[in-house]
């Protein structure tokens, strides 16, 4: 561009800013020199520059290379094609346009609440959004929202629990932690597939039977956590399928039976927990066949025990929860979604302050249906200081499992930690000992 003015054909192409930088460059001559009148380096002008005669020749405008004839608006330039004469001047001239693009910030934005599953973006050669596709499950969000108010709703008219009796004497530099793996109620086992038989009926049985045997196998206490790891319950709806990928599964019974079943089994561990020590700490976990039970399930519980000041319910939302007792912390999430390797750190990050103030730190997590345990240094991976273990469940596997040839070994633990020295002992508990 010669020293002078620019070219005012450029001028609805570009900025304020931007003019102002064409004109320095076109007053000099060299990038140099107009960046030092302008005080900013080349590159910056260059940049400022070339936009303008870029913007422009999508338009159809860069008469340098004989583009004089622009696009209406709201079209953009796909390619030109000019025949020239033998002298070099222009014969013929067509311009071939296409729908402009869109930037990002005008392109559809979804109000929350919404769970995007996939959000595809086609861009046009002027770097303009051409196309987009956006797949999403907003269901999944009011779903959950809709539980938590039902729950809520249903919870106010659920009759209060009776205040329980505690322990006269209790130990109070001991508690005693009944975590509960994926008990799978409502999940139909025949023996002839499975080698066992299961139903609603035999997993309350279950259940029940092993609360009554680990709680009189401990000491009266002065603090009790009772955590259920997720999968309490085998489906999440009128279907029994999983809730994410509806995998058909082998139910037994209505929904609102295995509900009822659910609450009066959760209830038959808390109150037992509550008659043998002097304070109770419930902790619901979702898992990835209940997800939005445990919302109704944590709101019902913390209702029927609001009078009861020695029983406390976790209500947190979250897929992960803490529960700290002096120089141990204990984390639960039910395995499905964190690699036990991720845990350690997830829990630093949590709970900086009660990571450093305790010695002993555990996390428990259920899903996949055997003990597995990880700690300080296992397998190559470093841990730190931090355990993490997998528990047991009392049901045997469903047709599918059976089928996969999962044979677990069924049993239930309790822990009894130290406040100074963190766990020092636990009691099992198996299906053929009731």
Not at 341 to 367: C, N, S, V
Not at 370 to 377: D, L, P, R
Request: glycine letters at 8%.
């Amino acid at each position: 561009m010669p020293a002078g003015l620019p070219d005012e054909g450029l001028r609805p192409y570009a900025t304020e800013e931007q003019w102002r930088k064409l004109t320095a460059y076109a007053a000099d001559g060299t990038y140099v020199g107009a960046a030092r009148s302008l005080g900013i380096t080349p590159m910056t002008l260059k940049e400022g520059v070339r936009a303008v005669w870029k913007k422009a020749a999508q338009q159809g405008y860069a008469p340098a290379f004989d583009l004089v004839h622009t696009v209406p608006d709201g079209l953009t330039l796909k390619g030109t094609s000019i025949r020239y004469s033998g002298d070099g001047e222009v014969e013929q001239y067509w311009n071939k346009t296409q729908l402009a693009g869109r930037d990002d910030a005008e392109t559809m934005q979804l109000p929350d609440p919404k769970k995007i599953v996939k959000r595809s973006t086609l861009y046009n050669q002027q770097g303009q959004v051409s196309q987009q596709w956006i797949s999403e499950k907003p269901e999944d969000a009011e779903r959950e929202a809709l539980w938590d108010v039902t729950a809520k709703a249903l919870a106010s008219k659920l009759p209060r629990a009776a205040k329980i009796k505690g322990p006269k004497h209790a130990a109070r530099d001991l508690c005693v932690c009944y975590p509960v793996g994926d008990h799978h109620l409502g999940m139909l086992s025949w023996d002839k597939e499975s080698g066992d038989d299961w139903d609603l009926s035999i997993a309350e049985k279950a259940l029940m039977g092993a609360t009554d045997h680990l709680v009189k196998s401990t000491p009266p206490c002065g603090t009790a956590l009772v955590a259920f790891l997720g999968d309490f319950l085998h489906y999440d709806s009128y279907q029994a399928v999983t809730p994410t990928n509806r995998n058909l599964l082998d139910a037994d019974g209505r929904f609102p039976k295995m509900v009822r079943a659910g609450i009066r089994t959760m209830r038959y561990l808390s109150d037992s927990a509550a008659a043998r020590h002097k304070k109770v700490h419930v902790i619901v976990e979702s898992g990835n066949h209940d997800t939005s039970s445990t919302v109704f399930l944590r709101e019902a519980l913390a209702i029927v025990y609001e009078n009861n000041p020695r029983v406390t319910v976790d209500t947190s939302p979250r897929n992960c929860h803490y529960f700290e007792f002096g120089n141990t912390i204990v984390g639960t999430h039910h395995g499905d979604n964190i690699k036990m390797e991720r845990l350690p750190l997830l829990m630093a990050t949590d709970m900086p302050d009660a990571w450093g103030r305790t010695k002993h730190r555990y996390w428990w997590t259920g899903h996949i249906h055997h003990a597995k345990s990880k700690s300080m240094v296992d397998q190559g991976h470093d841990y730190n200081g931090c355990s993490v273990e997998s528990f047991r469940v009392l049901c045997p596997p469903d047709a599918w499992g059976a089928g996969k040839g999962y044979r677990p070994i069924r049993d239930q633990k309790c822990i009894i930690l130290h406040r100074e020295f963190g766990e020092v002992g636990r009691n099992t508990v198996n299906p053929d000992m009731f």
